[in-house]
């Protein structure tokens, strides 16, 4: 791969988005070191044991550390100690009013402030308001370091590819010269590059997500509208994405969108406007549209068991296949199923569920989102005796079932709940199963 000259780069936080960035910047050929706080994960990265499921990473995380220009460290000071370009790429998560808690963020500055090589470039990552940058610079106390924003577009489970083929890099500065000494450090991909100031910059990243996220709620609500009507949203789509001022992509209808970023920011942006005097109902009216669609998903589940709505889904077993926000990752933020399966609970239902990445005794967080539910280790296991098939996650293997098969192990009369439309409705009913979509009449 060309590049740019090589650069020292330090990275605060080795998670989906920092450990992308660092091993990716190891590839363009600078010298990074990826810093977090959690020592077990900093001993596992030093191994090139990778703790999550990323296609792609492994092979450069080892590549960088053969090559030696990738390290892992521990604590903040560490990436920001003889390094010329520092990263934070910290979590940012909602907080109690809506709005991002910077708390991550401010600590990870106040830690690299005093170490700071003089001249030294701070680089925030991580989705924050707008009038963060300027906030950075307030923690840091170093008149001699620039603080620029450049927002990461890397969604989960391509987020290497789209790291080295950006359809643009965004980076907002107040000083052009710091802006462009950051667009060196990708001067190894092929992408234009568009320096702002940094409001621009941050109202991006909201922007962009915000408009993916109103995209997906309008599919859903015309998937609804479909199926009052008796029309077929793939028809529509295909029909409304020849138009190349739409296009058909992030127009599949789903569950709902989720995961570690449309939730928060798309609450996040309703949150600024509302601090800065406007009310962006559009937003709000996008996120309503998420949330009903959630109890869409369950509702059809009701109706596949034969329940008015009201009344509890006691015993009936529900299998689900999939927990993670969307396939190719194994992250569960958010997750649409993970909601879906926590309203069957408390409904009185039986979950039983798999997810080729969650497996059958998961720890921490994901022990906790998934209290009450029967993990099981195969798509035959969880539909054994089960009344309905939720089909919540597109992982490819479930594209494949064998449906004649799954017909003998379901109860008599089961219902597949198809909520990203993955499976073929002509082909689920010659199996003997009952065929429920997203707009799918
Ligand atoms: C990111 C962002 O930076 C967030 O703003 C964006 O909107 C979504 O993506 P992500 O990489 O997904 O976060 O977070 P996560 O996978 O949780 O990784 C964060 C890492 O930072 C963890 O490994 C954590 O241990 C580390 N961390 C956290 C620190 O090193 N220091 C801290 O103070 C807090
Ligand atoms: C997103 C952004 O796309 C990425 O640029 C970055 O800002 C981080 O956040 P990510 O959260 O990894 O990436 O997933 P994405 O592929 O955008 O999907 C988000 C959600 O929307 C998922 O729940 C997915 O299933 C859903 N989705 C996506 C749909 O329901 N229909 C679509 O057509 C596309």
Redesign the pocket.
Known sequence: MTTGAPVRVGVVGAGYVGLTTGACLASLGHDVICADIDVARVERLRTGDIPIVEAGLAEVVAEGLSSGRLRFEIGAPAAATNTDVVFLCVPTPQGADGGADLRYIETAAAQIGPVLDAGALVVNKSTVPVGSTRAVEDVLQRPDVAVVSNP??????TAVYDFLHPDRVVIGADDRAAGERLAELYAGLDAPILITDPASAETIKYA??GF?AMK?SFVNAIAAMCEAVGANVDDVVEGIGADNRIGTA???P?PG??????PKDSRALVKIAADYGYDFTMMKGVIDVNDEQKRRMVAKVRRAVGLAPGRGLGGAVVAVLGLT??AG?DDLRDS?SVTMVNSLLASGATVRAYDPTVGVEPVDDKAEALRGVELVGSVNEAVKGARVLVIATEWPEFASIDLAEIATLMAADAVVVDTRNLLDPVAVRAAGLGYDGVGRS
């Open positions: 990461e577009f890397l969604r989960e489970g962009a997500n993916l997906i992030f127009l599949k789903g969108w989720g995961g570690s970023c449309f926000f969307k990752t649409p």
